[in-house]
C-alpha cells in the first residue's frame, strides 16, 4: 500500500477483461500503473499432442505468439487509459510466470478471476489462481462474481475484513484499514465462531454460544483499542465460510479481505477456509 502497481494477467476471456476492469477502477482511484499480463504456454503444452515435425512446431507456436501479441495490444485498448498501461507478453507455465513477475516488478496486487463456471462454480477454483494464490507473496484480489462489471460501476464503499484472532490476522487488518482509509471506505471486522456441539443426541447450548461470540467481540475489541481503532464488530457462528460471507453481504461490503496465513506449516500458505470463502463470497475478495 499504496495501491501503486497492479498486476492484471489476461487470457482475453470476459472474466479477464472483468479483472482488468477492477484493476482499472484501482488505478483510477489509487494512480499508479497496470501491468497486462499474457503468457504464453511453452509449444509443448499446446502442441505436444500433435505428430508434427520440429520446424512445422516452430511456425506454429510463431504464428501463436504474433496473434497473442495483437490480442494483447488490442485488449481494452479503448477503455484503459494508455498512460498508466503496461502491456507484457511472456512464455512459460502461467502461475509460476504471474508469481514471478509480480515478485520481479514489486506490484502491490495481483487482481484475477477465479475461473468458475456455471452450476458447479461454487466448487472450482482455476488451477492457476489457486497456484497464484499459494505462492503468491504480494494480496490477491479475485472472485467468482467479476464479471459484467464496468469501470464507474465499481463501488469500494465498504470493506469487511476476516480476523480469526491469530497473530496473522493483524497483517490483514492493517492491510485492510490502509486500504479502506485510501479509498475513503466504512471498515468492519468480521469474525465467525464454529458452532458449537452439544452432547450426543443434545442440542447446543445457546447462552454458552452467545457467551463465547460476546467474549470474541471483547477480545476483538481490546484489539482495536491498542491499535487507537474503532470499527464495528459482527460476530456469528457456523460453518465459517459460509458464515462469513453470509455476514458481509448481510452489511453490504464491496469487498471483502481475507488472510491466506503463512507460508510455513501443514497448511501451505492458503489456510483451509480461504477457497471456500473466494468461492461463495458476494463481492471480491483480496486474500492477504
Not at 502497481?5 to 483510477?28: G, I, M, N, T, W
Not at 477454483?125 to 469501470?151: I, N, Q
Not at 496473522?168 to 492491510?175: F, G
Request: glycine share 8%.
Amino acid at each position: 500500500m499504496p495501491l501503486s502497481h497492479v498486476l492484471a494477467p489476461v487470457d482475453f476471456s470476459e472474466k479477464s477483461e472483468c479483472a482488468a476492469r477492477y484493476a482499472a477502477a484501482l488505478q483510477k482511484r489509487f494512480g499508479g500503473r497496470i501491468t497486462l499480463l499474457h503468457v504464453l504456454p511453452p509449444p509443448h503444452y499446446e502442441f505436444g499432442a500433435m505428430e508434427v515435425g520440429g520446424s512445422v512446431l516452430e511456425e506454429l507456436f510463431r504464428s501463436r505468439a504474433e496473434q497473442a501479441r495483437k490480442d494483447l495490444d488490442a485488449f481494452l485498448a479503448d477503455e484503459l487509459p494508455p498512460g498508466s498501461v503496461d502491456r507484457l507478453l511472456l512464455e512459460g507455465d502461467p502461475a509460476a510466470k504471474i508469481v514471478k513477475t509480480a515478485h520481479d516488478l514489486g506490484v502491490s496486487l495481483i487482481v484475477m478471476p477465479t475461473h468458475g463456471y456455471g452450476t458447479f462454480r461454487r466448487f472450482i477454483l482455476g488451477s492457476v489462481t489457486a497456484k497464484v494464490l499459494h505462492d503468491a507473496d504480494c494480496p490477491v484480489w479475485t472472485g467468482v462474481h467479476m464479471e459484467a462489471v464496468r469501470v464507474e460501476d465499481v463501488r469500494l464503499e465498504k470493506v469487511a475484513v476476516g480476523v480469526d484472532l491469530r497473530s496473522e490476522s493483524e497483517r490483514t487488518l492493517m492491510w485492510a484499514r490502509r486500504f479502506a482509509q485510501e479509498a475513503g471506505a466504512s471498515l468492519a471486522l468480521v469474525h465467525v465462531m464454529p458452532a458449537l456441539a452439544g452432547a450426543p443426541g443434545e442440542p447446543a447450548d445457546p447462552e454458552w454460544q452467545e457467551r463465547m461470540e460476546a467474549a470474541a467481540r471483547e477480545e476483538i475489541r481490546s484489539m482495536l483499542g491498542r491499535l487507537g481503532w474503532e470499527a464495528p464488530v459482527i460476530t456469528g457462528s457456523g460453518e465459517v465460510p459460509e458464515t462469513v460471507c453470509r455476514l458481509a453481504q448481510d452489511w453490504g461490503a464491496d469487498l471483502l479481505v481475507i488472510g491466506r496465513g503463512s507460508a510455513s506449516g501443514v497448511l501451505g500458505r492458503l489456510r483451509a477456509h480461504a477457497y471456500s470463502i473466494i468461492r461463495q463470497s458476494h463481492c471480491p475478495v483480496v486474500s492477504v
